[in-house]
């Protein structure tokens, strides 16, 4: 199919809902015609959730929540079409990134799934489909992840300035794109970025996010909290490395909050939350030592303004602005990415970094489902 125009489709650690875009990818740089969020119905977001961590039954549960969300895919697709006057044939592919239910890169046998049959969205839509990312950098003994980074390099790298994206999600990652063409693109899960934060609100407050922070800036930093919380191990160790729900989750907040002597009023376990966050982002970035640096922020957490203010006072000078200052929606930047990935295993180009993730080599990520 000659036609430019692919959908990117992403749900992330935050289970909000299904971001999908229509991107056209005929020129230099990526252009954003449509996007559309299919938010999850309450039973589905449930039973994601649930499947993140061991339970009973998980092979059957599984294999219906994978058709049902395939199926809501299909939905997100057909209303995304809408929007944009656009018909099936029209689009040379889907990207699909599906949902993630476990990821294991560790151990002796490490893998990663994601879940959302493609067959089914190739089958409903008419459209073929690229997924199943992940998995050909683990077998090539990769971490599966991140995978965004080898977009912001295609499209971001620069030979003026050192550059980091900072995309906060559910797990929050950077990109390091120093200017020295030599040196090679780094990038990694530095910790939480909304998930314990989406977690904990939804407890107490039955809603989905702290909008803005706002929750968060009513309480204070317990610094015992804050202490206890930055001794996790996952925090210490040296890239290549990637974290999600397996780690970081409300159990594992309530396990923490068990240690200590006396409870903690829920504002401001939230406002530590959100101090947790940008501390973990603020320590990885410093650490790196790039001066003077670029820093462009993605994902739902880039439009939460307490979160912001806090990163820029955290690293001072450097500016903190979002990636619409180049070009590229932030809210939309991953689902965007995922649209690059399926052309570029449709044109069976290499699409990994070795470097990010520790594969032992370049390959060609993503299985072709025809319609």
Not at 53 to 66: A, F, K, L, S, V
Not at 184 to 198: A, E, I
Not at 323 to 347: I, Q, Y
Request: charged letters at 20%; hydrophobic letters at 40%; proline letters at 5%.
């Amino acid at each position: 199919m000659d036609s430019n125009l692919f959908i990117g489709l992403m749900s992330g650690t935050s289970l909000d809902g299904i971001d999908a875009v229509v991107v056209d990818l005929s020129n230099n740089f990526p252009k954003l015609v449509s996007s559309h969020l299919e938010p999850f119905p309450t039973q589905l977001r449930s039973e994601l959730t649930a499947l993140t961590q061991p339970g009973n039954n998980e092979i059957d549960r599984m294999g219906c929540t994978d058709i049902r969300f395939a199926e809501l895919q299909v939905r997100a697709i057909q209303q995304l079409l809408k929007k944009a006057q656009l018909d099936p044939q029209s689009i040379n592919a889907v990207g699909s990134h599906g949902q993630t239910i476990r990821h294991r890169p560790e151990g002796d046998y490490p893998f990663t799934l994601q879940i959302g049959d493609p067959n089914t969205i190739a089958e409903q839509t008419g459209i073929r489909v690229v997924a199943d990312f992940r998995r050909r950098d683990m077998a090539a003994g990769g971490q599966g992840a991140p995978l965004v980074p080898a977009f912001h390099e295609y499209y971001l790298k620069s030979q003026e300035s050192n550059r980091i994206i900072l995309n906060i999600g559910g797990i929050s990652n950077v990109t390091l794109l120093e200017k020295d063409i030599n040196k090679s693109t780094l990038g990694y899960d530095t910790g939480p970025g909304n998930v314990l934060m989406d977690a904990w609100i939804e407890r107490h407050q039955n809603q989905g996010f702290d909008k803005n922070g706002e929750w968060a800036s009513c309480g204070n930093v317990d610094q015992r909290l804050l202490s206890l919380m930055l001794k996790t191990q996952y925090l210490n160790l040296t890239p290549p490395k990637s974290t999600g729900r397996e780690l970081f989750h409300i159990g594992w907040l309530d396990h923490v909050l068990q240690s200590l002597a006396t409870p903690i009023a829920a504002a401001d376990v939230q406002a530590t939350l959100l101090e947790f966050t940008a501390t973990t982002i603020g320590n990885a970035i410093q650490s790196h030592q790039l001066e003077p640096l670029e820093l462009f922020v993605c994902g739902g957490g880039a439009r939460n303004q307490t979160l912001m203010k806090r990163l820029t006072q955290i690293l001072d000078p450097t500016p903190v602005i979002t990636t619409d200052s180049v070009g590229l929606p932030c809210e939309w930047l991953e689902a965007m990415a995922f649209a690059w990935l399926a052309k570029a295993c449709l044109d069976g180009t290499c699409s990994n970094l070795p470097a990010v993730t520790g594969a032992n080599g370049h390959r060609v990520l993503g299985g072709i489902y025809q319609a």
